[in-house]
């Protein structure tokens, strides 16, 4: 009873986020019934739509400092909603005094929102179905926000709006449902800081999505004439990568498959360098570029999925990721602007996307590595704190080191293996912190790794409590 109760709630947190997600692609965030409307009362579009960016990305970053709860996400969620609501009301009529408050309202707390329902995703969905969770509210959410666009670009703008509008109301009827009694359940299972992985996270989406902002700044406008098929296949193979990516087997290796969105987004720019600008042409770069983007949004989501269970404040971890995102994007726009505004043409435009791209390839592989090696330590550290303590003491012994370790290291190493901080440790053993660094370098020598991560996924790796 209590798995189907929360299979229920997992379905009602997926449609509440996609409905709302769905308003923010085609709208809030660069959406074509906001570029429709801006165009449609010929005012220039770049201000309103950079000022929307920035006020999203501080929502993101910000909402974890005052939502620190599942009753707070839930507040959070649908007042936000409700604000965004309101400030679009003013789209409907022709003033753009209030548009710009508007859009600052609206991005502002959109971002909140979407950052306050990372307690929900770890609450709702068990930690080897985050990745399809994050697969389907970004699937589901593309499929809605293509059906708005088409009609707001082949109907009527205004009918676009409000079915923009529609989908806020939707998506908070769904939360709304949402319960809130799971909580308890989860206080006690964090384990251990992210603030280093979630830095070298927000340090690849960051360079990775500046392609993102050149791509919206540089690519699209160039295929504009084609606004008709953009409306619907825009998405399409965002939507297909995700599909496939979703239903893969799990012991797929998934860091594989970005090598792939890599390959595809220099084929997109090198595409973009040589071919002409028809509907051919069109389908050629944005399957390319969309598909990869595809692959790399869902890698980094379900990433930030799985880090929620070592985090206190899942909204924070949630909205911290994302926001670099956000931040790449907006980055690259303002790139795009700068080399459209100075005439530099699209090949050479392309070129340096393409730099951009070969960067990342050479950041890529590092990475990757440093984020498993730290996802795993966090694994394994809870795994270590339910041990016994003779559990504890043999797994220290059972791995045979390069030289032995001394009793001063032996204790270093199970503060270590209990998550404890080079201070923390310091200050158990009154000893200062670089002593303790200096412990720590030794160990590393003499278990030959090059870091705490390493050195707790080889010695834990094998000792993982099922």
């Known amino acids: 009873m209590n798995g189907l109760k929360s299979f229920n709630a997992r379905r ?5 986020f996609s409905f709302l997600f769905a308003y923010i692609l085609s709208f809030q ?13 010929g005012t220039d579009a770049g201000h309103y739509i950079l000022t929307a960016i920035i006020a999203h990305f501080v929502g993101l970053f910000t909402c974890g400092l005052f939502v620190k709860s599942q009753a707070a996400a839930k507040s959070m969620m649908l007042g936000g909603m409700g604000l965004c609501l309101a400030a679009t009301v003013p789209f409907f009529f022709p003033l753009p005094a209030l548009w710009m408050g508007g859009l600052i309202v609206s991005g502002y707390f959109s971002g909140c929102a979407v950052a306050a329902w990372g307690f929900f995703l770890r609450t709702f969905t068990p930690k080897n179905e985050r990745m399809k969770s994050c697969a389907d509210v970004l699937i589901y959410s593309n499929l809605l926000m293509i059906a708005v666009n088409v009609v707001a ?6 009918i676009g709006l409000g079915l923009s509008a529609l989908c806020l109301v939707i998506g908070m009827v769904f939360i709304w449902m949402l319960p809130l009694e799971q909580e308890e359940q989860i206080k006690n299972k964090t384990h251990g800081g992210t603030k280093k992985p979630l830095m070298l996270l927000c340090l690849f989406v960051f360079i990775i999505t500046i392609n993102s902002g050149l791509m919206y700044q540089v690519i699209n406008p160039a295929f504009e004439h084609l606004t008709g098929l953009a409306s619907w296949y825009w998405a399409a193979p965002y939507i297909v990568a995700l599909a ?8 797929a290796k998934r860091s594989r498959i970005l090598y792939i969105g890599m390959a595809m987004i220099m084929g997109a720019f090198i595409s ?8 051919s042409d069109y389908l050629i770069v ?6 990869a983007c595809g692959i790399f949004d869902l890698f980094w989501w379900s990433i930030l999925g799985e880090m929620l269970d070592y985090s206190d404040n899942p909204s924070q971890t949630f909205g911290i990721g994302l926001s670099a995102n956000v931040f790449g994007v907006l980055c690259g726009g303002v790139l795009g602007m700068t080399v459209t505004s100075i005439g530099l043409a699209g090949a050479e435009v392309a ?5 951009v791209v070969c960067v990342t390839l050479v950041m890529l592989p590092p990475l990757n590595h440093q984020l498993v090696l730290l996802l795993k330590s966090h694994a394994y550290l809870a795994a270590y704190d339910n041990m016994s303590q003779s559990q504890q003491t043999d797994i220290v012994r059972q791995i045979k080191t390069l030289d032995p370790l001394t009793v001063r290291e ?6 270590i293996l209990s998550g404890k901080s080079n201070r923390e440790i310091a200050g158990a053993l009154f000893i200062s912190e670089n002593t303790v660094k200096t412990h720590a370098r030794s160990i590393f020598s003499k278990y030959d790794v090059s870091s705490r991560a390493e050195l707790i996924s080889t010695l834990l790796k094998n000792q993982t409590v099922g």
């Open 12 to 16: 009602l947190s997926v449609a509440g």
């Open 29 to 41: 965030f660069e959406g074509q019934v906001l570029y429709s409307l801006l165009d449609l009362r």
């Open 153 to 158: 670009i082949n109907r009527s703008n205004f």
């Open 244 to 251: 496939i990516m979703r239903n893969l087997p799990m012991k």
């Open 272 to 279: 973009f360098m040589l071919l002409e600008r028809n509907t």
């Open 286 to 291: 944005d399957t390319l570029m969309l598909g």
């Open 351 to 355: 070129v340096i996307a393409l730099t």
């Open 410 to 415: 032996q204790e270093v190493l199970q503060m």
